[in-house]
């Protein structure tokens, strides 16, 4: 498929996925979904990738849905907006959350509606300190989509999450590292760089452990104590027949930097 509103490149492990409709915020429209459901199926595929990192094109992330396809003209019948979640949202977010690999979200500006939602799915946030988050579905007579719903009370907690969703205020980078919200935000200047290591790292890691990690922890959210135990061993199990645990000890023993190879 040739991308025309996405850009997609692969380098040292990392795919760098980017939003690219910067004249309109990286708002989501049909064709843009269809180029990202494609790109995700790609890097499912590619047995060399290692990290995904999502960003956005411009001074915007993602506005969400792109609302001049959503206009209604008198006369004309009304979309259907349950669809378009089916065919597009929850596909996307359910995409992100069961790669097998740690995703970055790298929020390079703005990012509202669903488009703040979809930053929520992905593994680890970094902003720019001038970024920011807006739960902006309630302004338009919305509920939070795209798992806004499911993430925001588990991140920051139901008082928080009311608040974000009912107010559709912006929430600075700032604050929402100290909510819990994100993992980290960087002063702008820095950003590249600080995303670059943050990849790079991820990149030489363990895939499969971090892999393993990303399951776990999500598994934990609606589980037991006694769940997670068995979990824990089940994957513990697993991992312990792979070449990167046998390269850690090694390393380890050795007293030399390990030499992940990802399986
Ligand atoms: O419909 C379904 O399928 C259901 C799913 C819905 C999911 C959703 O995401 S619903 C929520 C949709 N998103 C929004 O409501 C956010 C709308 N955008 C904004 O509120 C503001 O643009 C921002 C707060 C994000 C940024 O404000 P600001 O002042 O920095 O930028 P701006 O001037 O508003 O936007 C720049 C341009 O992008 C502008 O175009 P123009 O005037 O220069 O030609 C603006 O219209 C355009 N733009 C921004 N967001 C959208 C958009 N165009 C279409 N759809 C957008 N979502």
Known sequence: MIYEHILYALDRGVVRLTLNRPERLNCFNDAMH????????????????????????GRGFCAGQDLSDRAVTPGASQVDLG?????NYRPLIL????????????????AAG?????ALACDLVVATRSASFIQAFCKIGLVPDSGG???????????????????????????????GLIWKCFDDAA?????DALTSALAAAPTRGLAAIKRALQASEGSTLDAQLALERDLQRELG??????EGVAAFLGKRPPQFSGR
């Open 34 to 57: 269809a180029e990202v459901r494609d790109a995700l199926a790609r890097v499912r595929a590619e047995s060399n990738v290692r990290v995904l990192l999502l960003t956005g094109a």
């Open 95 to 110: 995409a992100l959350r069961n790669l097998p690999l740690p995703v970055v979200c790298a929020v390079n500006g703005v």
């Open 149 to 179: 719903t499911y993430f925001l009370p588990r991140l920051v907690g139901s008082a928080r999450a009311m608040g974000l969703a009912l107010l559709g205020d912006k929430l600075s980078a700032e604050q929402a590292v100290q909510w």
């Open 114 to 118: 669903a488009g703040a939602n979809l």
């Open 241 to 246: 027949y792979s070449e990167d645990y046998r």
């Open 83 to 87: 669809a378009s979640i089916e065919r």
């Open 191 to 195: 950003f590249a760089a600080e995303v």
